[in-house]
Nanobody, 122 residues
Framework: QVHLLESGGGQVQAGGSLKLSCVAS????????MGWFRQAPGEERDFVAA????????YYAHSATGRFTISRDNTKNTLYLQMNSLRPEDTAEYYC???????????????WGQGTQVTVSS
């Protein structure tokens, strides 16, 4: 059974921080790469960040570079996204995903969580 469960979303003022977590089943986590995507109302789902199995390889969307940090704890089967200097345009549903390789393309990810809402007010 595949499970990805996100948490940590909420409402924050612009300039604030949030840390998202995604707990995965061991089988899901062992597939390799993990990623974060987000989808704002009426918009397509966009790539945010991805990380390889060993954690040394990371890849960020331009909008996330310098503000967000993706990390993983393989001993806890948990993926994280530290988000700093949040902006109203970061408001979206955030999804974690599992795939075989680091990629910014959602089609390269096999498993998806249900999402956690992040709302940034101005």
């Amino acid at each position: 059974q595949v499970h990805l469960l996100e948490s940590g979303g909420g409402q924050v003022q612009a300039g604030g921080s949030l840390k998202l977590s995604c707990v995965a089943s061991e089988r899901t986590f062992s597939t390799g790469a993990m990623g974060w995507f987000r989808q704002a109302p009426g918009e397509e789902r966009d790539f945010v960040a991805a990380i390889g199995w060993a954690g040394g390889g990371t890849y960020y969307a331009h909008s996330a570079t310098g503000r967000f940090t993706i990390s993983r704890d393989n001993t806890k089967n948990t993926l994280y996204l530290q988000m700093n200097s949040l902006r109203p345009e970061d408001t979206a549903e955030y999804y974690c995903a599992a795939g075989k390789a680091i990629s910014g393309y959602e089609g390269d990810y096999d498993y998806w969580g249900q999402g956690t809402q992040v709302t940034v007010s101005s």
